[in-house]
C-alpha cells in the first residue's frame, strides 16, 4: 500500500514524502520491459519474440530506472495530493530519496499552496487617490467645476501592491525568475548579444540582476494574488459570453483558434480586466 506523510514549511510549502511498496515498483517495471520486448529486434528472433529475460538484459539498467519513474511518479503524486485534500499551485519538486531493487521506494514531492492573502485597505486608498486628483472649482478660476483626472492603471496597481500582504511561496519566486531570465536570454539572442555584453552595456552584474528580477518576481507575483483575491470577494465571475466577445475581434482564424485552445489563460486575463474596471469604478 502507498502511504505518504505531510510536512508543513513555511511560506505555504508543502513536502509529501510518498512510500511506494515494491510490488508497485514491479508492475510498472514488467510493463515496461513487456513493451520493449514487444519492440525488440533480436539476432534469430522474429520482432517481439525474444525472451523477455534476455531483452531485460541487454536494455540500459539506468533507462528502465527513468522510464519507471516516469510511469509512476506522476500517478503516486496524484493519489497522495487526493488522499491528503492538497491542491497545488505550483509543479512539485521531485527528490527520489531511495530506488533499490527489490526494496521499497521512497519519493518527496515539494510543492506550493495557496499562501494566506490580506488586501488592507485598498479600497480607501484608492477612493483616496481618486479626490486627491480631483480639482474643486473656486470662482474666477476659469476652469470647469470639477476638474476630475483618473487614477493611471500604474498608480492603482501600486496601492493594491502597497496593502496587501502575501508571503510568496519560494518555489513560485524561482520559476518566475528563471521565466524572466529565459525570456532575457531570448531577446539578447535575437539582439546578436550575449547575456555577459548585455549586462556591461547596463553596467550591473549577474547578482545584481537577479536580485532586481527576485524583487519583480516577487511583486509580480503579489499582484497577481491580491487580484485574484479582489476577484473572489467581489464574485467576479466569468461567462462563455465573455470568452466569445473577444475571440470574436481577434481578426486572423489561425490567432483566434490558438487563443480558444488556451481559453483557460483567456478566461484568467478577462476575469483580471474585469478585476481593474472593478478598481478604476470604485
Known sequence: MITSTLKVEPKSMRILEITIPWSEVKVSRDKIINTATQEAELPGFRKGKAPKEMVAGKMDPKKIYEEVVKEIIPKVYADSLRKNSLAPISSPKINVIKAKENEDWVVSATFAIKPE?????????????????TKIWTPGSGSKKEDVKKPSLDEMMQVVLAEATVEIPPILSEDEVNRMLSTLLDQTQKLGMTVEQYL???????????????????NNLKLEFALSQIADDEKITITQADIDTVLAKVEKPEDRERMRQDSYYLAHLIRQQKTIDFLSAL
Open 200 to 218: 556591461m552595456a547596463k553596467g550591473i552584474t549577474t547578482d545584481q540582476l537577479k536580485a532586481n528580477y527576485s524583487k519583480q518576481a516577487e
Open 117 to 133: 492573502i490580506k488586501l488592507g485597505a485598498y479600497k480607501e486608498k484608492i477612493k483616496a487617490l481618486k479626490n486627491s486628483k
